[in-house]
């Protein structure tokens, strides 16, 4: 079975360029989260869904980040304009009910100069 | 507020003794733990569970035991292989609630 499929694994761009993270949950999985590792924080949760659906984006640093889930195998994190305090890792993680165990995508790797 | 603390950002542990992770947390509505193991470039992966209907978990060399009553959690390995050094998140959840996750404690196992 495929697990969580994140894309791309590394991104290197300028500072006010548009970035877009890309997920691919596992098949059947009804929630999906976003986090954001750094050394000061750890994993921090910025947004999830449950069904499709946002239910808490209070983890969402800035409105400059948005993420979206247009169905059920796919989901974007996009932030724009990027800053340099944006790079981090950026994992996606999906998991049958909300507080059932997450399966982790390998991470994006974010580096904005 | 951090919900769940893990205090010790990093631990060091002699090949083939115990390494012993600590948790804390503060939500007494917290009814199920879990702890990750996370190795670079890669994302986290479940590594054992406790449900607060119980005190101790084992599965092979992984032992978590929970103290409600201290609202604290451990993770206990034994014998250590150079092949667990990682880094361990705790997480908790309760109420039908998302995870919440530590800071994360890395682990080196030294020949």
């Known amino acids: 079975d495929a697990g969580v499929i994140q894309s791309p694994r590394h991104e290197v761009t300028e500072m006010g360029q548009e970035v877009t993270l890309r997920c691919k949950p596992i098949?059947?999985?009804?929630?999906l989260f976003w986090y954001r590792q750094t050394m000061m924080r750890g994993l921090e949760l910025l947004i999830y869904f449950n069904n499709n659906v946002p239910i808490d984006d209070s983890g969402m640093p800035e409105d400059r980040f948005s993420a979206k889930m247009p169905n059920a195998s796919f989901s974007t994190l996009k932030i724009q304009p990027s800053e340099p305090r944006d790079s981090a890792v950026y994992f996606c993680?999906?998991?049958?009910?909300?507080?059932?165990?997450?399966?982790f995508g390998d991470g994006t790797r974010l580096s904005i100069l | 507020d951090q919900q769940v603390k893990q205090n010790s950002p990093s631990l060091s542990v002699q090949e083939g003794r115990i390494s012993i992770l600590n948790c804390d947390y503060t939500n007494s509505m917290f009814d199920y733990f879990l702890w990750y193991k996370k190795y670079p470039a890669e994302g986290p992966t479940f590594l054992i569970s406790?449900?607060?209907?119980?005190d101790k978990n084992e599965d092979g060399r992984f032992t978590v035991f929970l103290n409600k009553s201290a609202k604290h959690l451990s993770l206990h390995i034994v014998p250590s292989q150079p092949g667990d050094s990682a880094v361990y998140f705790c997480?908790?959840?309760?109420?039908?609630?998302?995870?919440?996750f530590g800071t994360g404690t890395q682990l080196k196992v030294e020949l």
């Open positions: 406790i449900s607060s209907i119980k």
């Open positions: 098949s059947g999985h009804n929630s």
């Open positions: 997480a908790a959840t309760g109420g039908g609630n998302k995870l919440t």
């Open positions: 993680a999906s998991s049958l009910t909300l507080n059932q165990p997450q399966h």
